[in-house]
Every structure is written in C-alpha cells, then in structure tokens.
C-alpha cells in the first residue's frame, strides 16, 4: 500500500539535544510538507520541498531544519533553538506544490520535553 | 492574512442525528477548500476538496458547500454515527494552485451511542 511513514510515534527530548524526525513516502510525490500542531490550533507550516535537493521555509521555521537529498525522504531536525518543541508533528505530501492538489498525511509523531 | 476559524470547538450530538460543522475564512480569494477527518494521534484523512469554482461536493453521507462570496463552508454529515467521531479540520489554499493551505483549528465532534 502506498502512504506516508513517520516515525517514531513518540519521541523525548532533553535539553540542548537536537533530535530528528524520520519521513518516508512511497506516493511518488514531488512535494512534501512539515507541519505542526498544537491543541486548539490549526496546523502551521515548518518546512516544504517542491523537489529533491530543494526546500522553503514556512511559517513557523526557526529552530528547525531539512534534508531532500531522496524524493522518498524529508527528514526534520528539531534543534536545540527551539526552546519550545512539544508539539504533535505531522509530515505530508502531495504530487506538486502547484496545481492544488490535495495533501497525504502520515501519522504523526509526538514529541515531548524530558 | 488569511485565517481560518471554526466554530463550534467541541460538538457532542446523539446517534441519528444530522449535524452541520462550520468553517470560515476571511479573505474569499481561495483557490480551493478541503475538509479533513483527523482521530486522535493520527494524520488527517481528506474528505472532500471543493474547488473554488464549484458550490458543493458529496461523499456518501458527507457534503460540504461552499460560499466563497461570504467566506463560509458547511460540512454536513447526515445520520450521525458513533464511528463519526473526530476532530474535523477544514483548509483553504490561497487564490493560486501555488499558495499555501491555511488549516483551522477543527471542530471536535463526539457522537453518543
């Protein structure tokens, strides 16, 4: 079955660690999407990537970054600059960023402070 | 700025009934609405993409309208069952294909057996 894979479900971090968020799509997408959500909020944008070897910071992109060096992949680091990551993480895709197609999401990963 | 709300936050109903959730947007230039099914510590599931020419979409017992001119959508869901409860989130995309999706906060729907 085609779809998204994101792990791990849950992740812990500690003070000035830097920890990643793995992303796996197996849609054939171009596009891939970070998101974040926080209770009562809508979800915001981290980061997205249009292609491989490409990506654009979103709303919210301070104390995180990227990788697209596979077109299945887009890993996420939550770096020690963001001092308030817990959050609930979600990954998406889509075929393109343009042509408003419709978003894949994965299942998320939650993230919490030690 | 574009912003997305949704009201009510929360909505519990009995079984059977039909229901109506909210969505709305401030600025009506959009490229298309879409309505999205999230449970609890998953991913969001599409429901329905409305593009922003047309006025409604229909899924089984799901149909969603859309009324750009006054910035407001509906997701109608006939004959509510207990299955049905999530939290349903709605999401414009800008006035071009290119434009970012604008998510609400969604309407967290409980419906009793």
């Known amino acids: 079955d085609g779809g998204i894979t994101q792990s791990p479900k849950y992740l812990f971090r500690k003070e000035g660690q830097n920890v990643t968020l793995s992303c796996e799509q197996n849609l054939n997408h171009d596009a891939m999407y970070w998101y974040r959500q926080d209770p009562g909020q809508g979800l915001r944008l981290i980061y997205y990537?249009?292609?491989?070897?490409?990506?654009q910071k979103g709303d919210i992109a301070e104390g995180y970054s990227v990788s697209r060096e596979k077109k299945e992949s887009f890993p996420l680091t939550v770096t020690s600059a963001q001092k308030n990551p817990t959050a609930f993480y979600l990954c998406?895709?889509?075929?393109?960023?343009?042509?408003?197609?419709?978003?894949?999401f994965g299942d998320g990963t939650r993230l919490s402070i030690l | 700025k574009q912003e997305v709300t949704q009201i009510p936050a929360a909505l519990s109903v009995p079984e059977g009934e039909n229901l109506v959730l909210n969505c709305s947007f401030t600025?009506?230039?959009?490229?298309?609405l879409q309505w999205f099914r999230q449970d609890p510590g998953k991913g969001l599931t599409s429901l329905l993409l409305?593009?922003?020419?047309?006025r409604e979409q229909t899924s089984g017992r799901l149909n969603a309208s859309l009324d750009k001119s006054s910035g407001r959508s509906t997701l109608y869901i006939a004959a509510s069952q207990p299955g049905d409860s999530a939290t349903y989130l709605c999401a414009v995309r800008g006035e071009t294909s290119y434009d970012k999706v604008i998510f609400g906060p969604g309407t967290s729907l409980s419906v009793i057996p």
């Open positions: 990537s249009q292609i491989v070897n490409d990506f």
């Open positions: 998406a895709s889509s075929i393109a960023v343009r042509g408003g197609q419709p978003q894949h």
């Open positions: 409305i593009q922003s020419s047309q």
């Open positions: 600025d009506s230039a959009i490229y298309n």
